[in-house]
C-alpha cells in the first residue's frame, strides 16, 4: 500500500479546494467577469508559493522521498495544441465551472451532474486520442 | 474548531495548493489531474481502439489513488465540514446572474440551473453538461494539462507553453462567461 500516501494527498487536496470555495461554480463565474480577487488571489497566491518550491527543487535543497532530485517534467510544446486546447479547455470550464480535479470532488457534493461531466470529459480524452495524430501541434 | 466550519480565505487555500503540490513532487511524481481522464479510458479499454491508449496503466496507479481521495475528500467536505454553503459573491455577480434568470444566486455552491434536476428532465440541461465534459477531456489533452498540470506546476516552474495554456484557459472560460451563459440561459 505504497500509494496510501496519495489517497490522503487526495482527500486533503479535495478539502483545501472545498473550504476556499474554490469547486464552486459562481467563484469562476466571478473570476472571469473579473468582480472578486478570490479566485486569483488562490491560484496567484499557489503560484508564487510554488515557484519558491521549485527553485529549492531546482537547486537541489529539497529531494524527493527516495533522495533523488526533483525535477518537473518539460510540458509538450506547441504553439496552436496549447493555446487551442487550453481555449477549449476554457470554454467548458467556464461553463460548468469543473477542471479536472474539481471534477472529482464535485462528486461528493452533486453526484450525478459531475459524473455527467466526468463522461463527457472521458469521451473528449478517447476522441483526442482517436485524431491526435492528425492534430495541429 | 470554528475555523474548520468557516470558508477558508484566499491566503489559506492558495498556500494549501502550493503545499500539496509540494507533496505531490515530495512522494516523486509531478502534479496534475488531467491525465487521469486518458487512464480511465485505457482502464476502460479504449487500447483496443486506438493505439494512443495502449499504455500500462498500473503505472499511474498512484494518480488514480489520488483521484479516489479527492471523490472521499468532496464527500467528506459536502457532508461534515461545510454546514453552509453560501458564498460572499460581488453584489453585482449576484444581480447579473439574478436577471439571467439564476435564483438563490450564492447560497449554495452550484447553480440549480446547471446542476439541479433539470438534467433528468430537460435535454438542454443534460447537454450542457455533457458538451462541457467533452470540451474539459479534449481541451485538456490537447493542450497538455490542465490548471494543476500548467496554472500551477507549468506556471511556477516558468514554462513557456504553460503560459501559452493559461491564456487559453482564460480566453475561454471569459467567452463561455461573457458570451456563452447570456446565450444559453
Redo the contacts between chains.
Keep these: 500500500m505504497k500509494?496510501?500516501?496519495?489517497?490522503?494527498?487526495?482527500?486533503?487536496?479535495?478539502?483545501?479546494?472545498?473550504?476556499?470555495?474554490?469547486?464552486?461554480?459562481?467563484?469562476?463565474?466571478?473570476?472571469?467577469?473579473f468582480?472578486?480577487?478570490?479566485?486569483?488571489?488562490?491560484?496567484?497566491?499557489?503560484?508564487?508559493?510554488?515557484?519558491i518550491?521549485?527553485q529549492l527543487?531546482k537547486s537541489g535543497k529539497?529531494k524527493?522521498?527516495?533522495g533523488?532530485k526533483?525535477v518537473?517534467?518539460?510540458?509538450?510544446?506547441?504553439?496552436v495544441?496549447?493555446?487551442?486546447?487550453?481555449?477549449?479547455?476554457?470554454?467548458?470550464?467556464?461553463?460548468?465551472?469543473?477542471?479536472?480535479?474539481p471534477?472529482?470532488?464535485?462528486?461528493?457534493?452533486?453526484l450525478?451532474?459531475a459524473l455527467?461531466?466526468?463522461?463527457?470529459?472521458?469521451?473528449?480524452?478517447?476522441?483526442?486520442?482517436?485524431i491526435?495524430k492528425k492534430?495541429p501541434n | 474548531m470554528d475555523f474548520i466550519f468557516q470558508p477558508w480565505a484566499w491566503y489559506i487555500g492558495g498556500p494549501l495548493i502550493a503545499l500539496s503540490l509540494f507533496l505531490y513532487f515530495y512522494f516523486g511524481r509531478d502534479f496534475g489531474a488531467s491525465t487521469n481522464f486518458e487512464t480511465l479510458c485505457t482502464m476502460a479499454g479504449a487500447g483496443k481502439v486506438s493505439d494512443y491508449f495502449k499504455k500500462d496503466w498500473k503505472q499511474r496507479d498512484f494518480a488514480l489513488m489520488f483521484v479516489v481521495g479527492l471523490i472521499i475528500g468532496g464527500f467528506i467536505s459536502s457532508s461534515y465540514l461545510i454546514p453552509n454553503q453560501t458564498i460572499d459573491l460581488n453584489p453585482k455577480t449576484v444581480q447579473e446572474l439574478t436577471d439571467l434568470g439564476f435564483a438563490n444566486v450564492g447560497n449554495q455552491y452550484f447553480p440549480n440551473e446547471i446542476f439541479g434536476d433539470d438534467i433528468y428532465t430537460s435535454l438542454k440541461g443534460f447537454l450542457i453538461l455533457i458538451i462541457s465534459g467533452v470540451l474539459i477531456g479534449f481541451g485538456t489533452r490537447y493542450a497538455g494539462g490542465c490548471t494543476s498540470g500548467h496554472a500551477i506546476t507549468g506556471l511556477s516552474s516558468l514554462q513557456l507553453p504553460s503560459l501559452l495554456a493559461v491564456i487559453g484557459f482564460f480566453i475561454g472560460g471569459i467567452i463561455a462567461t461573457w458570451l456563452i451563459i447570456p446565450l444559453i440561459f
Design positions: 500509494n496510501i500516501k496519495f489517497l490522503i494527498l487526495g482527500i486533503f487536496f479535495a478539502i483545501v479546494l472545498s473550504k476556499s470555495q474554490a469547486i464552486s461554480w459562481y467563484r469562476f463565474y466571478e473570476m472571469f467577469k468582480q472578486s480577487f478570490h479566485m486569483f488571489g488562490i491560484i496567484g497566491g499557489a503560484v508564487v508559493i510554488s515557484a518550491i521549485m527543487f529539497i524527493d522521498i527516495n533523488n526533483i518537473p517534467k518539460p510540458k509538450k510544446k506547441g504553439f495544441s496549447t493555446i487551442f486546447g487550453g481555449t477549449l479547455f476554457g470554454l467548458g470550464w467556464g461553463v460548468s465551472g469543473a477542471c479536472a480535479a471534477v472529482f470532488v464535485i462528486i461528493g457534493f452533486k450525478v451532474p455527467i461531466i466526468l463522461a463527457g470529459a472521458l469521451l473528449g480524452a478517447f476522441i483526442y486520442g482517436l491526435s492534430l
